[in-house]
Structure formats: C-alpha cells, structure tokens
C-alpha cells in the first residue's frame, strides 16, 4: 500500500439545499475515494445527485456534512479564500459548455485566468502551449472559438483545466453536445490525461457507452452511491491499445 493519500476523498458527505419551508437532500452519506491515474464514470439519473457530487468535490459548495479531501487536504476546514487557492492549484473543472470566450484565441483561453497562480506570463503562454499540444490542438492555438468545431472547443476546455496541474479533474458530461465520434475521442482523451499526469479523474456520463474506457463506475441514486464496480467488461468496446 502507497501511504501518499488519495487526491480526492469524500467521507460521509451529505448536502441538503434549502427547498421552500424544508430541505431536500442532494447527497446523502456518500463516500468515495479516487487515487491517482484513475477514472471513475458516474452515472445515474436525472437528478440523482452527480452534479452536486461534483459541485462538493470541487469545493464550490460545501457539504452539509462530511469531509472533503483533496490531496489530503479537508476543504471543509478551509475558508473561503483558502478554498479557492486549493480548487486553482488542484482542482481541473469541466463542464458539458466550454464557455469561451468569443474574442480570444485557444492559447488567450488558457492563459486569461492563469496570472491568479502567480506564474509569469511568458512561463503562462509556454504552458499554455504545451497543453494546447496535449490534446492536438497547437496548430489552432491562434484560432478564435467560432473558427473552432465542438468537438475542439471542448478540447480547449480541457486544456485550459489542466493548466493548473491539477490533482482531481471533474468531468461533468463532457459529450453531451457531440456526436458518437467527437464523444468518443473526447472519452479517450481524458482516459489518456489521466495516465498521462496521473490525476484522479470523476466523469459524469448519461450513456454507458464509454464507461468500459474508464476503471471504474459509480452509480448513484437519490442521493446515494453505490461503492463503485470495475468497468471492464460492462460492454463490448475495442481495446485501449487500438490505434
Ligand atoms: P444530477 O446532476 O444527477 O441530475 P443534481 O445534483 O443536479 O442531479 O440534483 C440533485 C438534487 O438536488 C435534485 O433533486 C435537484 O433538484 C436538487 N438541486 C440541485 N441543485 C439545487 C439547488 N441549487 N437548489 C436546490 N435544489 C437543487
Ligand atoms: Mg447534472
């Protein structure tokens, strides 16, 4: 057994959203533990919960109760400002929108948000570049978002939540809007990330589909998860290694 923790942990977390005179409770008693170079699927239905599961793993809200450990860090004890300095130096969101912004280039997208790390800017734009190389996109670094295909906005997208070097990524269907494909490639990508830089990777999916290219799958339902099951063998799909 490694003793480096795993970069992100949830112990017991429950969260309750205020809902008129009530509560209603978004997750409940969920724990889940990722280690590095692993990618976990989380499915399960429309308001199941795996939004909010995301949304507390990336510390923007915080459990009613529970631990939140990311890189062996409990967020829960952190304050606000503390927080935001672990989610920017730890932490690699994606959403299903990769809200771009129109006037920038592929490369302006990545370093825009980069100067709250410190990092100066020339090291910023050869950062920039060098994840815009990781997910096949350095000859379009100078391309603006409507010169750019879905399928390689979402791709900026991912570059630009890598910029970080982020421990965790959080994936929130992030082929909702392509076609088989461009989901595909997408799915592949991010299982390729995480060997590459050994994060520990949650993707929420609504199909099954790509499940088999991740290590593991996680089901939720009402708020609770299930302890999650290899996803190898879950379906007929050609093997990694293919080219
Ligand atoms: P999923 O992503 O699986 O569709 P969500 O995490 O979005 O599920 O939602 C889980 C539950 O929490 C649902 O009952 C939803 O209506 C409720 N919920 C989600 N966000 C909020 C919010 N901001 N305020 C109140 N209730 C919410
Ligand atoms: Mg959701």
Known sequence: MSSTPAPLALVNVTLEYPDGDGTVRALDAVDLSVHGGQMVSLVGPSGSGKSSLLAVAATLIRPTHGLV??????????????????RREKVGLIFQQPNLLASLSAAEQLVIGDHL???????????????????????????????LSGGQRQRVNIARALMGEPKVLLVDEPTAALDH??????????????????????????????????????????GRLAAPVPAAGTGDFPSLSAP
């Not at 390729?192 to 939720?220: G, K, Q, Y």
Request: hydrophobic residues 40%; aromatic residues 2%.
């Open 69 to 86: 450990l990311i890189d062996g860090t409990d967020a829960t004890g952190l304050g606000d400002k503390d927080l935001a300095v672990l």
């Open 117 to 147: 790390r410190g990092r100066p800017a020339k090291a910023a734009r050869a950062k920039a570049a060098e994840m815009l190389d990781v997910v096949g996109l350095a000859p379009s670094a100078d391309k603006r978002p409507h010169q």
């Open 181 to 222: 494909e461009r989901s595909e490639s997408i799915v592949r990508l991010l299982r390729r990330i995480t060997d590459e830089f050994r994060v520990a990777t949650v993707m929420v999916t609504h199909d099954t589909e790509f499940v088999p290219l991740t290590d593991s799958v996680a089901t939720m339902r009402d």
